[in-house]
């Protein structure tokens, strides 16, 4: 069973800076996109960033500018370095790993989430 294990959540100020970590117990081949989701209370799990296997990552406009999404030389853990935060990315964190192979399918893992607190 693949585990995606995440770290680095915690209560910051405004302004101030996290990194996330997520790391799998196992390598991914082929096709992929790992990506951070957030989700509060009563709302939708939504993306934040992402990044696949040919490196291009995209982001929310909400983060854009802000937030980073990196890989490690491995490719089995995922980062996500946060500065400038603000009371509204309290959230807590999760991360995913979607695999594709051929013929077409996909397999989708989670991680526990951690808890992001912006707060003075």
């Known amino acids: 069973q693949v585990q995606l294990v995440e770290s680095g959540g915690g209560l910051v100020q405004p302004g101030g800076s996290l990194r996330l970590s997520c790391t799998a117990s196992?390598?991914?081949?082929?096709?992929?996109?790992w990506a951070w989701f957030r989700e509060v209370p009563g709302k939708e799990r939504e993306p934040v960033a992402a990044?696949?296997?040919?490196?291009?990552?995209d982001y929310d406009d909400s983060v854009k500018g802000r937030f980073t999404i990196s890989m490690d030389n491995a490719k089995t853990t995922m980062y996500l370095e946060m500065k400038n935060l603000k009371p509204e990315d309290t959230s807590a964190y999760y991360c995913?790993?979607?695999?594709?192979?051929?013929?077409?399918?996909?397999?989708?893992?989670w991680g526990q989430g951690t808890q992001v607190i912006v707060s003075s």
């Open positions: 995913n790993v979607k695999v594709f192979k051929t013929p077409p399918t996909m397999a989708e893992y």
């Open positions: 990044i696949s296997s040919n490196g291009s990552a």
């Open positions: 196992e390598r991914f081949d082929g096709r992929y996109v």
